[in-house]
């Protein structure tokens, strides 16, 4: 079947909007999008939306950009939002409905909208039942669990904040752009041992949109120079069968869709130079690179202090800042880490280029459960 | 490009289910569609969900089927949503990915539901634009222009909900299976001028479910006897670029996605022998005869007189009862209208059924806006 490609991604600088809308934050990330491969709304063919705070979000961004009369489809899946309204248009122009494919993620993240969410609704039972209530609490437990199994200790937790902070200070669209030395990270307020503020992904507004097309049209349009060929577009939910499985709905969900994706790529970890992945708090990164088999199981910690997943080392992991200091805007994430593959891929990540980068991995796993890989060559 | 055929398909009975959660109903609706076709949860490749008030519907679903790990995607697309699940699920079937693929719709219209999630949000631009803020103030309008400028009696909307409350008469899924004579229909409390509340669709609990192979699998499977086959789907939004165009959102997107599908079906309106429509109100009954070309442009009151879109007649419509008497939960009716034409396409439909029936459509729209037309054919 017919490769995919995005020809065209941007995403606005993560950070706080108070006086926009959510669709007027998705409106500018789709305009960049556009602007970055030089199409108009009038040439795209389809729009497939990632957002989870509100309703018609894709209709509604139409509404600011013009209204052509395309079909729009809402998708939602927790942190995985962004990925599966990407997966969506990737899979349309796949089915050969399209050739021309508009994708787009944006999440505003008022403080509480998670916390309103459950109270009008019914309960969650996938954090209800393990007795955990707060997304802090179940990576408080994951991380605890792999250091009695493993040895790990919290400094080498903390040491992931401390690179993610670093790696940020290279990227103009993280929220923030600042070193965290290890005590920093280590003094910051509690918020679950062992991640303290620090060590926790930022609540913070953003949009991320990408332009996919067939590979006949790219050529067509002559712009397969800087496009991106979309190697494996993998999803999964977990098989979670008992309770108290914390540990595997992170863990499992993330082993299927990482090896759907090596499977349908043909590609294996070893391929990779660089990796975006859910770094939704500093616990969590040790396990992914378990998960994704950037190294053995248990050897998480000594993978951090060994420098391979910083910037200039084998490789770099969350190079855009991640989630811990770049941010989290649920529906934007999956977007946004496809944005940071592609734009070292493209060559044009300036001072944080990841030289040589001929393919990369981005993985989001939201609890509940959705876990999102896509690999990603340079065309 | 290979067929893509409905091989099981089942609705509840749409009703009031206080005691029921969201995911039990939808539950209770997938192992309907898995029974109707000796399949089950293992069989199953990805599952694509649509609902508009909980989140992660698809994959608590699953909790309470089996957990399997498959690809669960889930969609919103106001009341085309459940009808978007269906066409992500085709759509994936048509790129490759799967050969067996679950769909299901559900909602539970809580009252004040709709107004929850205003009230929640953002302002809604599509309604709060022209100056109405509810769906029957808009129906209202739709149904005074179309009489304004053709003549269209109020009687004939009435005629509307007695055909459909009589339709409903012969279907065990339906809300109501109550004859409203003429009298009575518009004798009802008045909602929003001309439509009384028996002229306004019913707030029911719902879920109806759809599994969708691949041709090649429905033949290994042995399961084309029974199977429908997926001659379209189209989906529009409106391409809507002034105020005060409330006509245009509800006509103008039902035109593009049905021109769409009668398009990729190589088929017109003269090939149906029964159409499912979005009978969200009377008044839009009679325009949806005209927008899917029924009839010709002012014809609709017409053809309400005439009988022919009563069962036994030329081109039946809402056979089912409609969402005027079989109600309308938001999810869920995009796929209950496919199975009732599925239904019939099979010769199941008992004493509704329409003798012959060989091709049928059905039609969602969902003010925002976005419109879902299938056009289905005996395999």
């Known amino acids: 079947m017919a490769d995919v490609y995005v020809v065209g991604i941007d995403m606005i600088r993560f950070g706080r909007y108070p006086e926009r809308t959510v669709v007027q ?38 509404q600011l950009i013009g209204q052509t009369g395309i079909p729009v489809v809402n998708c939602t899946n927790a ?45 969650f039972p996938a954090e209800g039942l393990i007795g955990s209530e707060t997304m802090p609490a179940v990576f408080s437990m994951v991380g605890l669990e792999h250091a009695r199994k493993y040895g790990t200790t919290i400094e080498q937790f903390a040491k992931v904040s401390v690179k993610n902070h670093h790696h940020s200070t290279f990227n103009p669209k993280s929220m923030y752009q600042k070193e965290t030395p290890l005590e920093e990270v280590l003094g910051a307020e509690m918020i679950a041992y062992p991640n303290t503020k620090l060590m926790c992904s930022v609540n913070v507004d953003g949009a991320a949109a990408a332009v996919l097309m067939s590979e006949k049209r790219a050529r067509e349009a002559g712009v397969l120079d800087r496009a991106v060929r979309v190697r494996a577009s993998a999803l999964a939910s977990d098989a979670w069968t008992e309770r108290n499985q914390v540990m595997q709905d992170v863990n499992t969900v993330s082993r299927q869709a990482a090896a759907s994706a090596y499977d349908m790529a043909g590609l294996g970890p070893q391929d990779l130079q660089l990796v975006e992945l859910h770094d939704c708090f500093a616990t969590a990164e040790i ?23 910083s910037l200039g080392g084998r490789i770099p992991v969350n190079v855009s800042g991640g989630l811990l200091s770049k941010g989290h805007p649920l529906g934007a994430t999956g977007i946004a880490n496809i944005y940071e593959v592609s734009t070292h891929l493209r060559g044009e990540a300036g001072r944080r280029q990841v030289e040589g980068a001929r393919i990369g991995l981005t993985h989001v796993v939201g609890l509940g459960s959705a876990c999102a890989v896509h690999i990603l060559e340079k065309a």
């Open 287 to 309: 396990l992914h690179y378990e998960n994704l088999g950037l190294c053995r199981d248990g050897e998480g910690g000594r993978l951090i202090d060994s420098g391979d997943t």
């Open 79 to 123: 942190c995985a939002t962004g990925a599966t309204a990407f997966r969506e248009g990737w899979t349309a122009i796949k089915a050969g409905l399209f050739d021309t494919v508009l994708c787009v993620g944006v999440e505003k993240m008022a403080p509480g909208m998670i916390v309103k969410k459950k109270v009008g609704n019914e309960p």
């Open 25 to 62: 934050l998705a409106a500018d990330a789709v305009l960049l999008a556009l602007d970055d491969c030089g199409l108009g709304i009038t040439d795209i063919q389809a729009l497939f939306s990632g957002n989870i705070g509100e309703t018609m979000t894709g209709q509604r961004t139409l």
